[in-house]
């Protein structure tokens, strides 16, 4: 009985059934409909962020990392796919930008200053640290250098900007596969983590699961983690509206963060643990995801999905933000160390572009 009343992430599960009610039995309120929604994604996210690893702990390290490429923002993925159908271009771009600045300075903030609590310096592989910053500059000059060529070309550049998107993102996702084949096969030792202060390799959770249950997780998780996105995405302008916020902000700072809720626990329990190679892995790494791959997937996805193709086409502020993150990070983590102030001054930049986004109007925050 006592197990049952400790805090745990499967308590939240109670609000898958009643998001399914509220969406396709009662026609309820939409505000309400979006909190439940949030809320439940979160469980559904960990289940499957927990099945990935498990799967990922039986198979060799190549397939484990193509099974955390593709399963890792699971989440964020179908939510994009079901915004894309509803035409909602803004509110994905949006969720992606957020998802990069919510690991960049959130999560990696967080679990800076979690770990220096405990431990005055923490140390990782500051080549592993410089590979995953040269990464995230090539992911921050694919927001750029859209955004450029938009304003250069004016309004005669407009008609060739889907077929620009395309090219670049098929650019991204081969040098996302490189980089796996580079961290997984030819330099693997720079990224492989270490053992922890008491000796033991770092084990991940869920790693006892049975394959076949982590399959019939990650299934199950995936189907409902659909079914609740579907929910979300309806909800989300009126919930906007009605909470006094933009589309924009709901979509960099609220989506995001409930998109990533499994893999921001993670990351903070590893640095919690001294286990910084890891909790960087995840917080630069699921970056690295989102806009190496899960950006140039949506982009494809779109030209089936929804009624317009969505290009890379960032609006300003989402591309003055993600590359203030990228060089921030880059700067932190370029000695192999970390401490609690270091943590601090993360999320004092991320609480500001909070602020900034809450602040900025809608016509501005969407205007290219």
């Not at 559904?44 to 397939?63: C, H, N, P, V």
């Not at 890379?312 to 993600?322: D, G, K």
């Not at 990228?326 to 102030?341: A, K, P, Y």
Request: glycine share 10%; hydrophobic share 55%.
């Amino acid at each position: 009985m006592v197990r049952y009343l400790k805090p745990s992430l499967n308590h939240l599960l109670i609000f898958v059934p009643i998001t399914l009610y509220l969406e396709y039995a009662e026609r309820g309120s939409r505000t309400l409909l979006f909190f439940f929604a949030c809320l439940a994604v979160i469980p559904l996210a960990g289940l499957l962020g927990k099945a990935t690893e498990a799967l990922a702990a039986r198979t060799s390290e190549t397939i484990g990392g193509l099974l955390n490429a593709t399963f890792g923002n699971a989440a964020e993925l179908i939510i994009a796919m079901m915004a894309l159908e509803k035409g909602l271009t803004s509110v994905v771009k949006a969720s992606l930008t957020g998802s990069i600045l919510g690991n960049l300075l959130l999560v990696l903030g967080v679990s800076f200053a979690a770990g220096g609590v405990r431990y005055k310096t923490q140390r990782f592989s500051p080549g592993a640290a410089g590979t995953y910053a040269t990464t995230l500059t090539l992911a921050a000059s694919a927001l750029i250098l859209p955004a450029m060529y938009h304003y250069l070309a004016g309004p005669g550049g407009g008609p060739r900007e889907a077929d620009l998107s395309l090219e670049i993102s098929v650019v991204l996702i081969v040098t996302y596969l490189l980089g796996l084949l580079f961290a997984l096969r030819t330099h693997k030792h720079l990224f492989s983590p270490g053992p922890d202060r008491n000796g033991a390799e770092a084990e991940p959770e869920g790693a006892h699961w049975s394959v076949r249950r982590s399959f019939i997780v990650l299934f199950v998780s995936t189907l409902f983690i659909a079914l609740v996105s579907e929910a979300l995405v309806a909800s989300v302008e009126q919930a906007a509206h009605a909470l006094g916020m933009t589309g924009v902000f709901v979509g960099v700072i609220v989506v995001a963060i409930i998109g990533n809720a499994a893999e921001h626990g993670g990351a903070v329990i590893f640095a919690w643990k001294d286990k910084m190679d890891l909790s960087i892995g995840v917080a630069l790494g699921s970056s690295i995801q989102i806009a190496l791959f899960v950006a140039p997937v949506v982009v494809f996805a779109s030209h089936w999905i929804g009624p317009a193709a969505m290009d890379l086409v960032f609006t300003p502020a989402e591309v003055i933000s993600v590359g203030l993150a990228v060089l921030i990070t880059g700067q932190v983590t370029s000695d192999g160390e970390s401490n609690w102030l270091e943590g601090v001054q993360l999320l004092s930049v991320y609480l500001i572009l909070v602020i900034i986004f809450f602040f900025l109007p809608e016509t501005a925050a969407t205007a290219k």
